[in-house]
């Protein structure tokens, strides 16, 4: 009768509380928002260029988040700032695109850009200009996730201007470029782009537009 | 003394016992736990839909067949293609899945031009109605509608009532230019002529009245292309840079299940797909005629051509 008396019903309820917290505990360790929250600011490390510089970055992902890693996050603006050289500056200088130009853009769009988009996406029409001096605005960095979690795209957003004098008077040349970079290999090159281009020169004013992946 | 060890012994003995069935419940249900968790996890990776991880499901997204050779390593489609856009019946207390709404997108990424074929629930197909191919599966209905207009179908979205709702409010609701006074209690759609801003629930009603018409089914399925074409406006002016198209794939690959399609070709065919212009999409109600079912009316067989070569209807615009 004086047995010592274990609170069993007790510990029983308490043992269903701790496994219904390690349930809890257990399955909220991959946790997932409910709602659609889609933008996040990862940081990624300042990435020194002699124009491109990152601004702001957002990252869209149909599964877990990945912010942008620090080394993709150089490739692209590394590419980026080659097909700024390459297509912008360098026919301002010397009246040629640059030998690396068509390296910066995949297989699935090489054609496009160094075909019949070529005249929209590069300076080549214009010719050497003197005084030649050139701004761009921060790079807005988009990147998409998949529904794993991967990286799978990182768009560079950026505004490029251009003016100078040639032989017959004053040259303004203003860009709006987006390119899209896609892995291939170990590097980052453009798979689609969408750039416009508005030249302001002595023989008028025109506007080209250059978008790929949507046909010819 | 005896006595009193037994006693003490009987005690210890239980208590033993005891502390063994709790630490074995608890052992037990962190086992479970860690198991479940496991297999949900390794679930979730392996692609199968996991509604905590995953979020709602709006949609079914499947490839049917290959485009062309680009399109194997995901590039941008390089010929006509067709997809199909089903909206199914289900719904709690309906099952079968039958296809109610059928339209058939023709793409030709060349010409930038499409067109859109809509198909009335009730068109005779093989001795039944077409919509009944749906209840078998979005592939099924793919052949059977592919066969009616005797074009390969590659694609295949397929959305059901929850899906559809859950997928226009998740855009932000769609503005619909109302063709017609709508006055239906068997839908609930009441709208009055003109462009009218819909909730997914109204854009549901609107896109099953057929008690308003005369013809039913044939102006309901010419309402609901109308419906499809102003959400592809209203999407189209969102993928005009790259951030905006990432947060719509974004948000379709968190509510889509996706089968035999990658995120990458839908970021290609997004691409093409919003780079026509929907002002530009003829609508196109298939002919019909009157019988058990409805059959295929004059012009419909010079129309399917027409449409299978390039995807597109010549003349319509």
């Known amino acids: ?216 | 003394m005896t006595r009193t060890t037994t006693n003490d012994n009987t005690a210890k003995h239980r208590l033993g016992r005891r502390t063994k069935r709790i630490l074995l419940a608890i052992g037990g249900a962190t086992t479970a736990v860690v198991v479940a968790c496991v297999g949900i996890s390794a679930a979730w990776l392996a692609g199968v839909h996991v509604p905590l991880a995953s979020g709602a499901t709006y949609l079914t997204v499947a490839k049917v067949a290959p485009i062309s050779a680009a399109d194997s390593v995901g590039g941008a489609p390089d010929s006509h293609f067709f997809i199909l856009l089903v909206g199914n019946d289900s719904r709690p207390g309906v099952g079968g899945a039958r296809g109610d709404a059928l339209h058939v997108l023709g793409v030709n990424p060349l010409l930038h031009k499409a067109s859109m074929i809509d198909i009335p629930r009730d068109t005779c197909w093989n001795g039944d109605k077409i919509n009944v191919g749906n209840t078998q599966g979005p592939r099924q209905q793919a052949a059977d509608v592919g066969g009616l207009l005797g074009v390969p179908i590659s694609y295949v979205v397929d959305v059901d009532f929850a899906g559809f709702t859950g997928l226009v409010d998740g855009v932000g609701g769609v503005d619909v230019d109302v063709p017609t006074q709508m006055h239906d209690s068997y839908s609930g759609a009441y709208f009055s002529p003109g462009m009218q801003h819909m909730t997914g629930g109204q854009a549901l009603s609107f896109s099953r009245d057929r008690h308003d018409f005369p013809t039913s089914d044939i102006v309901r399925t010419h309402n609901q292309g109308i419906l499809i074409l102003d959400a592809m406006r209203q999407l189209r002016a969102k993928m005009q840079n790259a951030p905006g198209e990432f947060r719509l794939l974004a948000l379709l690959g968190r509510h889509a299940q996706l089968d035999g399609i990658g995120m990458k070709d839908l970021y290609r065919l997004g691409r093409v797909a919003f780079s026509l212009n929907p002002d530009q999409i003829a609508n196109i109600t298939i002919p019909w005629t009157n019988g058990g079912c409805l059959g295929l009316g004059a012009g419909a067989s010079s129309l399917f051509a027409d449409f299978r070569d390039d995807g597109i209807v010549e003349g319509a615009h």
């Open chain 1, 1 to 216: 009768m004086d047995a010592v008396h274990f609170p069993f019903r007790n510990v029983r309820l308490g043992a269903g509380a701790l496994a219904f917290v390690l349930l809890v505990t257990a399955c909220g360790g991959g946790k997932h928002s409910s709602g659609d929250p889609t933008t996040t600011q990862p940081k990624v490390a300042a990435v020194k260029t002699s124009v491109l510089k990152v601004g702001s970055v957002d990252v869209e992902s149909a599964g877990p988040q990945t912010p942008i890693p620090t080394k993709v996050g150089k490739a692209v603006l590394t590419q980026a700032q080659g097909y700024l050289d390459d297509a912008l500056f360098a026919p301002l200088k010397n009246g040629r695109i640059g030998a690396t130009y068509a390296s910066h853009f995949d297989a699935l769009v090489r054609a496009e850009a160094t075909g019949h988009d070529q005249a929209a996406l590069t300076n080549t029409g214009v010719g050497e200009i003197d005084d030649l001096q050139t701004k761009a605005t921060p790079v807005y960095l988009s990147a998409l996730d998949g529904t794993l979690g991967d990286l799978m795209y990182v768009a560079t957003n950026f505004d490029v201007t251009e003016t100078g004098r040639n032989d017959a008077g004053k040259v303004a040349i203003k860009h709006r470029v987006e390119l899209t970079f896609a892995p291939v290999g170990n590097d980052w090159l453009v798979t689609a782009y969408r750039v416009q281009t508005t030249r302001t020169l002595p023989t008028g004013t025109t506007t080209t537009t250059a978008k790929s992946g949507a046909g010819a």
